[in-house]
């Protein structure tokens, strides 16, 4: 019997319109009436993915940051995973030399060494990824996206790197080429001391080995007293794949990659489609 729901956010949760749809917020209370918890898993930091949540008038505890933090209802943290200082400066180090424009989450939000470099590279990828929309269209997402997410500029990296305040939980990084993407996961994977994933194919997301969703679910299922046969995950991207596997009810969307599909128990429609929603709905048809 599923006693908890897991959903990741982008590309899933999140429609192409980055909106979570009355019909996903009406699943999930549906679900949450009959005494099933719902809990997010997402990439994204807790204000960030507050926002969206929030504006559909949906709450939740969420497993944020790919599992580097959980918090509860009300916004307390639970639990944090950091990357120690010195590997995050080496790690930091790595990708600048390969040229990637990188954000760094912290405790006091996402950081980057330069902004405007940071949205020139992002315009530029994105006219390569995406070359049928207008420079003006992707200019002004790329806009939104700094300033929805308030992305802070700290331009000397030493000043991050010496903060003992400061904690470092994840690291995006992004390029639109394939083999510097390559180049980034080979260099890094000779630590076993992170977690290397990604959320779309223009980026690599960089945790503590320990904080990565399954996990994350695992515990926090467990401070529920249920099982993780009794977890009901559901996803679309790479960082989806330690939880789907670790759940017991797992469901791709239907927009997923080939490889986060094989992994799932069950395929649900697209996140233009209700897919979640429509997950939830024949979960519980059998939930007895």
């Given at each position: 019997?599923?006693?908890?729901?897991?959903?990741?956010?982008?590309?899933?949760?999140?429609?192409?319109?980055?909106?979570?749809?009355e019909e996903n917020v009406k699943a999930i209370e549906y679900a949450r009436g009959k005494g099933i918890h719902f809990v997010l898993c997402t990439g994204r930091m807790y204000?960030?993915?507050?926002?969206?949540?929030?504006?559909?008038?949906?709450?939740?505890?969420?497993?944020?940051?790919?599992?580097?933090?959980?918090?509860?209802?009300?916004?307390?943290?639970?639990?944090?995973?950091?990357?120690?200082?010195?590997?995050?400066?080496?790690?930091?180090?790595?990708?600048?030399?390969?040229?990637?424009?990188?954000?760094?989450?912290?405790?006091?939000?996402?950081?980057?060494?330069?902004?405007?470099?940071?949205?020139?590279?992002?315009?530029?990828?994105?006219?390569?990824?995406?070359?049928?929309?207008?420079?003006?269209?992707?200019?002004?997402?790329?806009?939104?996206?700094?300033?929805?997410?308030?992305?802070?500029?700290?331009?000397?990296?030493?000043?991050?790197?010496?903060?003992?305040?400061?904690?470092?939980?994840?690291?995006?990084?992004?390029?639109?080429?394939?083999?510097?993407?390559?180049?980034?996961?080979?260099?890094?994977?000779?630590?076993?001391?992170?977690?290397?994933?990604?959320?779309?194919?223009?980026?690599?997301?960089?945790?503590?080995?320990?904080?990565?969703?399954?996990?994350?679910?695992?515990?926090?299922?467990?401070?529920?007293?249920?099982?993780?046969?009794?977890?009901?995950?559901?996803?679309?991207?790479?960082?989806?794949?330690s939880m789907l596997k670790m759940a017991g009810y797992s469901v791709a969307m239907g927009n997923a990659e080939d490889k986060v599909k094989k992994e799932a128990k069950f395929?649900?429609?697209?996140?233009?489609?209700?897919?979640?929603?429509?997950?939830?709905?024949?979960?519980?048809?059998?939930?007895?």
């Amino acid at each position: 019997m599923i006693k908890v729901i897991a959903s990741d956010m982008d590309g899933t949760l999140l429609n192409s319109d980055i909106r979570v749809t009355e019909e996903n917020v009406k699943a999930i209370e549906y679900a949450r009436g009959k005494g099933i918890h719902f809990v997010l898993c997402t990439g994204r930091m807790y204000d960030d993915a507050m926002r969206l949540i929030n504006e559909a008038g949906l709450f939740a505890p969420a497993i944020c940051m790919n599992g580097a933090e959980i918090r509860d209802e009300h916004g307390k943290i639970q639990l944090q995973h950091v990357i120690d200082k010195d590997l995050a400066k080496k790690t930091f180090q790595i990708l600048t030399d390969l040229g990637m424009y990188t954000e760094i989450f912290t405790n006091i939000g996402p950081v980057t060494v330069d902004r405007e470099k940071g949205k020139a590279f992002m315009i530029e990828m994105f006219q390569k990824l995406h070359p049928e929309s207008t420079v003006q269209m992707i200019t002004e997402q790329i806009e939104n996206r700094f300033e929805a997410k308030n992305i802070h500029e700290i331009k000397d990296p030493e000043r991050i790197f010496s903060n003992d305040e400061m904690k470092i939980l994840k690291f995006i990084t992004f390029s639109p080429d394939p083999d510097v993407l390559k180049q980034a996961r080979e260099a890094l994977n000779v630590s076993n001391e992170l977690a290397i994933t990604s959320s779309f194919s223009d980026n690599i997301e960089i945790t503590n080995h320990e904080a990565q969703k399954g996990i994350s679910l695992q515990y926090y299922v467990e401070k529920l007293g249920v099982s993780l046969e009794e977890a009901f995950a559901i996803g679309d991207n790479m960082n989806d794949i330690s939880m789907l596997k670790m759940a017991g009810y797992s469901v791709a969307m239907g927009n997923a990659e080939d490889k986060v599909k094989k992994e799932a128990k069950f395929i649900t429609t697209t996140n233009d489609e209700n897919g979640v929603a429509a997950a939830i709905y024949k979960m519980l048809e059998t939930n007895s």
